[in-house]
Each structure stands twice: as structure tokens, then as C-alpha cells.
């Protein structure tokens, strides 16, 4: 069962790690711990810069195929639904102009459609320890499968197995999350009323409500919400819930009766956000959710994942030795870690925008809102820096400009880089 690399979590960052080192020729034994997918709302919207990494691997083409929505804006809205800031993709300068929305199980069919005869994926296989060399050196993983268990060895091991990670716990590398105080109620709405193709995040007085489409005439809704707000919640009480949403949030009053029919099958998700201070060890790295994770609202957590691999993947070359695969790593956490922050920042600072329900936080994020949604080369940044096509950070000049405080004499043109 010796491989060139093991990857463990077979969840879109392990199955776009094994695509990612399969295409350059290696041996790949990716394992995961669940016998079947589990369905859950996560990762359903596509940016640009993991689109283009997608394409290339011929899986956007295979999403496409199997009824993929196009979303052509990101829309941050008032209550009623007017547009505060609008960021329209169809306006980048690149060959990925738009967002690609499809159902987290979908998109991990296409991943692993995409796996070829380099790749051996074993599910119902629980990866326990790691193995270690007599200098420390992470070696390979000692598994169970089928009650047994068996010891795997390979040049580099993949920790790709989520949040809760048992790999990075005994690669030694210590994270902090910083817990969200609010949840998010995901709602998968059926037989829905046609809405707009875009990916739209309402900024109500009891902060966010993000929404849009799936194939099958399905609407996705999250809904910030206190931890125990929903708990024990009958069909009755669920419904008047429901109508205070509405109230809330008048723009969702066309979805409120396919709300209500598909209520029940409400998911209610903490929210997190951290980053690891390392990304790898001699013999193993760290990809996705095991190394990183932010709010949900930017749209960054799955396309991270998927950049994150096509990275590592990038940094291994040739023959594989001790010696070249610790290199890899260490240059691909040099590379990675910078980015990031970056990336981890931005997600964060735009949920703050509308998840900030104290009164300075209501007012700043408002404000940074609609002077951003007024100023065209602070709203091509952000966007640009959003679809995951590169980093252009915001000067604390910008900073000002954002929220009104200095007037920006360039805010009617696109900033020079562009």
C-alpha cells in the first residue's frame, strides 16, 4: 500500500490535492475516514482564480456539464434589496469571469470523476497516527481499515481531514480558533420562486442574510442567528420565525412560502475563524480546513482549498527524496502563509461589515459599504482580491477612503495595476 503520497480527508481539499499531484505523475493513496459523502452546506460557490484552477484540470467543464449556474455579481443589499455595493465579475480582466454555484457533493463528483489511475481512493479507512523516522520525519500514517491495522509509508503525507484535524494534532502544530459569537441557519430551498443570478448578502438590523441559487430550482439561504435561537423551534413557532425574517429582511418575502415547506430541513452551523502558524512539518503539509478557516460570507473557504494544492502540487518536482519534499514544503508555506493572512483578513473584514451588531459596527460597516459600492478602484480590489486572482492590499490611505473619512480623487477609475 506504499505510495508516493498519502492524502487523508477526502473532501475537496484532499481530492484537489490527489488531482493536483496525479497530473504531475506521482503515486497518489488518498484515504477517507467516511464510507459515503456526507451531505452539508459548504463550499457551493466558485470564485475565479480556483475556477481557473478547475479548468485546467478539465472539472469546471464537468460542472458545467452537469447544470452549474453562472452568478455574474457579488451584492451586498439593504433590507429592501437595492444595491449598496455591487461587485460585478463580468468587468475582470481575465479569462474567469464569474461565479460557478453547484452543490458540495456535486463538486466533489467532479473532483474525484477527474481522479486517474495514479490515484487509489479508499474509503471507510480511519488514519490514526503517523509514522516517524528515527530523525522525527514524518514518514507515513498508521491506519484501520476493515478492523486491521496497517502501517503506509510514503515521501510526503497530505493532512487534508478538516477542522478538528488529528493529523495536524500529532504533526504538533497547535491552532487557536476564534469562534464567531453568532451561527449561520442554512436553508436548502426547494421548488423555489426564480431569483436573481447572483450571489447577493442582505444587511439587515439583525445582521446577514446570504442568498443564491443552486440548480433544480433550489435557493441557498444563510441567516445569522443567536447559538440556541432555532433550538426546539415546532412548525408553528417556525413560522412565525419565519414571518419576523420577512419583516426583517422585506426583499425575502417572495421566498417565504417555499421557506416554510423546506424549514425542516434546516442546518444550523457554528462559525470560526483561525490560521495556522505553520503549514507543514518535515514529511507532511497542510491543506484546507486543516490548516485555515474563515466566515463564509466572502465566498473563500472551498477555493482556498483548491489553491492551496494546486500550490503545494507546484513547489514538488522530480524525483522525490527526503530532502526535495521538505524543500516543497517549506516553500510552499512561504509562498502560502502570506497569502493567507491576506485572504483570512479580507473574509474576515467584509463579515464584519454586516455581522457587527453593535452600534459603532453597524455604522462603520454601513458606511465602508457604500463608500466602497461608490468608489470604483476600491470596489475592482476588493473583487479582484475576492476571486482569488492575487493579492492587492488596501493602504491605511484606502482605509480612509473606505469609509469616508478623505475624499479619493481616483475613485472614478480603475487602480493602475489593472
Known amino acids: 500500500m506504499d505510495a508516493d503520497v498519502v492524502v487523508c480527508g477526502a473532501g475537496v481539499a484532499g481530492l484537489a490535492a490527489a488531482c493536483a499531484l496525479s497530473i504531475r505523475g506521482l503515486r497518489v493513496l488518498l484515504l477517507e475516514k467516511q464510507a459515503e459523502p456526507t451531505r452539508i452546506a459548504k463550499g457551493e460557490v466558485l470564485q475565479p482564480g480556483a475556477l481557473g484552477v478547475l479548468r485546467e484540470w478539465h472539472v469546471a467543464q464537468r460542472l458545467e456539464l452537469r447544470g452549474a449556474l453562472r452568478l455574474d455579481r457579488l451584492v451586498a443589499r439593504d433590507p429592501a434589496g437595492t444595491p449598496l455595493m455591487a461587485l460585478e465579475y463580468d468587468r475582470l480582466r481575465d479569462q474567469e469571469r464569474c461565479l460557478l454555484a453547484h452543490d458540495y457533493p456535486v463538486i466533489l463528483e467532479a473532483l474525484e470523476d477527474r481522479l486517474d489511475d495514479h490515484v487509489e481512493l479508499r474509503r471507510g479507512v480511519l488514519v490514526r497516527d503517523v509514522?516517524?523516522?528515527?530523525?522525527?520525519?514524518?514518514?507515513?500514517?498508521?491506519?484501520?481499515?476493515?478492523?486491521?491495522?496497517r502501517e503506509v509509508r510514503a515521501k510526503l503525507v497530505v493532512a487534508a481531514d478538516g477542522l478538528s484535524s488529528r493529523l495536524r494534532k500529532v504533526?504538533?502544530?497547535?491552532?487557536?480558533?476564534?469562534?464567531?459569537?453568532?451561527?449561520?441557519?442554512?436553508?436548502?430551498?426547494?421548488?423555489?420562486?426564480?431569483?436573481?443570478?447572483?450571489?447577493?448578502?442582505?444587511?439587515?438590523?439583525?445582521?446577514?442574510?446570504?442568498?443564491?441559487?443552486?440548480?433544480?430550482?433550489?435557493?441557498?439561504?444563510?441567516?445569522?442567528?443567536?447559538?440556541?435561537?432555532?433550538?426546539?423551534?415546532?412548525?408553528?413557532?417556525?413560522?412565525?420565525?419565519?414571518?419576523?425574517?420577512?419583516?426583517?429582511?422585506?426583499?425575502l418575502a417572495p421566498l417565504a412560502g417555499a421557506l416554510r415547506a423546506s424549514a425542516a430541513n434546516r442546518q444550523v452551523l457554528p462559525?470560526?475563524?483561525?490560521?495556522?502558524?505553520?503549514?507543514?512539518?518535515?514529511?507532511?503539509?497542510?491543506?484546507?480546513?486543516?490548516?485555515?478557516?474563515?466566515?463564509?460570507?466572502?465566498?473563500?473557504?472551498?477555493?482556498?482549498?483548491?489553491?492551496?494544492?494546486?500550490?503545494?502540487a507546484r513547489h514538488l518536482g522530480g524525483e522525490l527524496t527526503p530532502s526535495s519534499v521538505d524543500a516543497a514544503v517549506g516553500a510552499y508555506q512561504r509562498q502560502r502563509l502570506p497569502e493567507l493572512v491576506h485572504i483570512g483578513q479580507t473574509s474576515h473584514n467584509a463579515a464584519r461589515m454586516i455581522t457587527d451588531l453593535s452600534w459603532s459596527g453597524r455604522v462603520v460597516g454601513r458606511r465602508a459599504l457604500r463608500c466602497t459600492g461608490g468608489n470604483e478602484r476600491l470596489r475592482y480590489t476588493v473583487m479582484h482580491n475576492m476571486a482569488g486572482l492575487g493579492q492587492h492590499r488596501l493602504t491605511v490611505l484606502d482605509r480612509l477612503h473606505q469609509i469616508g473619512v478623505l475624499p479619493d480623487p481616483r475613485a472614478h477609475r480603475l487602480p493602475t495595476w489593472a
Open 271 to 312: 462559525v470560526s475563524r483561525f490560521l495556522a502558524p505553520q503549514l507543514g512539518v518535515p514529511g507532511l503539509a497542510l491543506v484546507g480546513e486543516t490548516g485555515h478557516a474563515v466566515h463564509p460570507m466572502a465566498a473563500q473557504g472551498m477555493n482556498t482549498s483548491i489553491t492551496d494544492a494546486e500550490c503545494l
Open 131 to 149: 509514522l516517524r523516522e528515527t530523525t522525527g520525519r514524518v514518514a507515513g500514517v498508521r491506519i484501520t481499515e476493515g478492523g486491521q491495522e
Open 171 to 251: 504533526a504538533g502544530i497547535e491552532v487557536r480558533r476564534e469562534e464567531y459569537p453568532h451561527r449561520l441557519a442554512a436553508f436548502d430551498i426547494a421548488d423555489a420562486p426564480e431569483v436573481e443570478q447572483d450571489f447577493s448578502a442582505y444587511v439587515s438590523e439583525r445582521g446577514l442574510r446570504l442568498r443564491y441559487p443552486l440548480p433544480g430550482g433550489r435557493v441557498r439561504l444563510y441567516v445569522q442567528v443567536e447559538p440556541d435561537e432555532l433550538r426546539g423551534l415546532g412548525r408553528d413557532a417556525m413560522a412565525r420565525w419565519i414571518d419576523e425574517l420577512v419583516r426583517d429582511t422585506p426583499a
